[in-house]
Nanobody, 124 residues
Framework: QVQLVESGGGLVQAGGSLRLSCAAS????????MNWFRQAPGKGREFVGA????????YYADFVKGRFTISRDNVKNMVYLQMNTLKPEDTAVYYC?????????????????WGQGTQVTVSS
């Protein structure tokens, strides 16, 4: 079964940290770019960051630079989003997504596979 499954979301206080994980199955993970998106209530889905096949190319949205880190493990078919110095405005459902190429800002229409999402809530 081709799927992405996120985990690691939860409730955290402002300034805290969370690490999201995404387990991939049924796809050629080692040749697939991986991305994180988020969607806050009442807003559209926005690009958070991307990592290329080898992990060398990594892109971030300006609003998370210096706070979030994306990494991947091609042996375990996992991708991670380490989130530090969280702010209340980071509250959203976070989605793992696969694409053919890593881009500085991927459009949701270029995503080939979505995970189901995991809720992150940051309290002030």
């Amino acid at each position: 079964q081709v799927q992405l499954v996120e985990s690691g979301g939860g409730l955290v206080q402002a300034g805290g940290s969370l690490r999201l994980s995404c387990a991939a199955s049924g796809l050629s993970f080692g040749t697939t770019a991986m991305n994180w998106f988020r969607q806050a209530p009442g807003k559209g889905r926005e690009f958070v960051g991307a990592i290329g096949w080898s992990g060398i190319l990594v892109y971030y949205a300006d609003f998370v630079k210096g706070r979030f880190t994306i990494s991947r493990d091609n042996v375990k078919n996992m991708v991670y989003l380490q989130m530090n110095t969280l702010k209340p405005e980071d509250t959203a459902v976070y989605y793992c997504a696969a694409s053919r190429l890593p881009r500085r800002s991927l459009s949701p229409t270029d995503v080939i596979l979505w995970g189901q999402g995991t809720q992150v809530t940051v309290s002030s």
